[in-house]
């Protein structure tokens, strides 16, 4: 049947992985670290909005780790042969808008726009486009308020027109330099497929739809009016973009000359249409009707599909519902939290300095009851992705008494991303869209039980683990298997090439009580301080708290 | 003139000091830790409310101490003498009342109670009687409004009758066995003065005014209808305890034949009443009308004074005016902070669990402007003292993104320690109270610069420090010098022996304009939090400290 090389650019760093097409085996992968910044991101100490990465770094690892993993497969087996790859797939972060001249060559690589952060790939998490999301929001409300219906009903600054418009606003010399914007996940397979005019780059609907307002209902992309609305010279930038952007029953082209000599793999072989990371990864975790998909990293993704047969509603706070986004045939709903290893790392890196410490917190966390801290936390330090779609939001932390221990916080830190979990999860399912399990996939589904005893706990659903750690690399894999022709649709590669591991984690009915009464504690904060209530009566929530505390210290 | 000496009973340890009665120069002082607990306080784990102390740690403290001190001063003025001693004063935390027996000895001192935490003394910061607090509260507004009217809206757990009655509940065996329960601050003297009947010590009017609902317009103690309705036994116990508490122009009694010769000072010398440690501190640091003087430690005491010359208004929220406690002819109000060092030590020790950072991290946090973390705390680790009187409230911090530091969170524990300060100065002087400048007291205003400009900056008061690092001892032996004669009053004590640093912070101007945007969005979470508003609007709090920590990083 052949194998298939996946994919996967993350924030810190890029996965390639070897796959058998016959059963999903992993026979080789290899994971190269971004070299510029701190651990691959461009920062500003004076402003933590912004997060840039380095575009000759994805370049630089496409080859590294392709070439590495391939060497660890005819390590692992020797009988293999690279000839035997018979397709490539790619998944990267999003919207990670990529600056590039009219050869499809980033802005970046020149050496006058070298230095320059606004000149490389805006990645993902980077906010310096709040005032440019907020102006795209109210305009949209006033001129097209069906793009906002399609999106949950406000725009993020993480997406893309918010980042090149806030691009154009201050550093318009690198806005007019350049010819075209590319997605990292259009970027890496047009670099595989040889394409030097950004405009017949095969874009994948995946970002188009839920970060750039692409929708087939009006004719693609934004129209002119309204871009112009927003600024004339984003307008004229449409014409440089793309009209059509396409689902995983597409190719992305095949791999050129060049590439194939630089990888040591077939010329021609077929090149997947890229997706955002965690939709492929929501394909390699199996994902159906029913089961919702949380690939849990720095941040998380939450990915469903509901059949595409009839029409579906949209659903407020719910970033995104795209047509053939994740699988085709199928409306892809995608939601997320902004941080969640994020916000465990940060406490522990970040305030307590010590990165050893996750151990000894997790065991400090785990040998307390739920409530037993008296601390509740919102798990914003990120802002707010789902549902209630705003980067303008912090942290907060309440319940700290003297003796507050940071075991007890690192705990109240977990709880909190479950609470942001469950609001999502109770969103969608209100709105129609079935949750009977959750998969999880990414090395804190692996490796943090309690995290993922306590997401069972808050959710009330079962929580399951991708059988492959690598998801998103695997599900890239399978979108080549696809387009490779050795499976005849997704259905079937999901069936040949994924699994679960054995562990359930199942909800225990005690601690579900006590986290009923700690949600809604919870979901009171995030209303007050989300700006949903506009007369919240809070006097309660420290002694309800206490009362709780006192109860689960017995 | 002669010396006096001043006793200062803290909450982890005791202190002596030799005092010229002339010009307030201290030849000779001591510290004896208490050896008991963690720091001196007995703690349960499992219960962060609970905080005793060991009776016998007082009594071990009153001799080493005062021997010490002697001998420091014999060491730096080798023409001293302790003959020259012509008075003893004696201060004390409270309310930290011991339960004793009919010969005044501690319960604790009897081997059957020596391991139990209720037959201890009672320390402040215990908070096991919230419920007891809240059914005093209740009873008390249905019956006896007026007690109310005088503490400011609300009996606090942190006081007398809660405490006994806690005891009574969790502990029959215990309060059956006491034959009555004196204040630390009454004990020590008692002791000194050789008093075996609990009946006939000199009770201070502070304590009794301040924690016990002492006062002269109802006949003293609440009666015993009053304390039928909460419990018939504590109507009982009132005939074991005092009919009159006095001021500071009374004397405690003179030093008996056994403690003289303990400490080789001259038998009969007067003693002065005891007072709270905060009262006798304020005397040391030169309270006058105009003058109000924070002692800033573990928590604050905030007191003033307002000439008792004609009827003054009750404040709400301000938990004491009590006639005669601090100076005799004036009200003493008395305001505080439940937690202020103790907030400092519980992140830098508690959580960070490193105690030499408290510099580096002041050195961060001066490093910053006002707002720039983008970080806003409320001080309620230990419940709010003044002016929401309620112990059932917990700390909250805010605005955290993925880069706040330690250094950030340390400046926003201080800044809200600085807006809880605020809220009592204006309360205050809403009711009448003149409050031209502050004067503070305690390590952590001499050692803590940036804590005082913070709270020049907040409190918009020019902040001074008082001269003598010991106000509390210091004040205490003033009482004795004018219990002895050596100054005709109070007034005249206090020209001769306090007197002020000479640094002076003044408020900055700029400073002062963003700690009054950040000082209203503390009120609004002080008043969601503390119950006080019952229809809060927060949306824009989380954006609003994000604006401001844009503007202020540039």
Redesign the interface.
Known sequence: MGFTIGLDYGTNSARALVVDCADGREIGTAVVDYPSGNQGVLLNP???HLARQRPADYVDALERATLLALQAAKLAEPLFSADQVIGIGMDGTGSSPIPVDANNLPLANAPEFFDNPNAQCWLWKDHTGIPEATAITDTARRLRPQYLAKIGGTYSSEWFWAKVWHCLKVDPEVFDAAYSWVELSDFIPAVLAGVTDPTTIMRGVCMAGHKALYADDWGGLPDKEFLSALDPKLADLRDRLYDKAHDASASAGTLCPEWAAKLGLPVGIPIAIGEMDVHYGAIGCGVDEGTLVKVIGTSTCDCAVVSADQAMADIPGICGIVKGAILPGYFGVEAGQS?VG??F??FVE????EASLHGKLTDEAAALRPGQS?LLALD???GNRTILVDQ???????????????GE?YRALIEATAFGARAIVDRIREYGVPVERIVCSGGIAEKNPLLMQIYADVTGCEMRVSRSSQSCALGSAIGAAVIAGAHPDFKTAQAAMTGLKEITYKPDPENQTVYQQLNALYLELHD????????????????D??ALK?KQ??
Chains 1, 2 share one sequence.
């Open positions: 004076a402003d933590h941080a994020d916000i790392k940060w970040g305030v307590l300095e008296g914003w330090n990120n303008s939001l912090t942290g907060l932390l309440l319940g700290q008494t003297l003796y507050t221990t940071k916080i007050a301080f989300g700006g949903v209530s506009k007369s919240a009566d809070l006097g309660h929530v420290m002694k708290l206490l006192a210290s017995r």
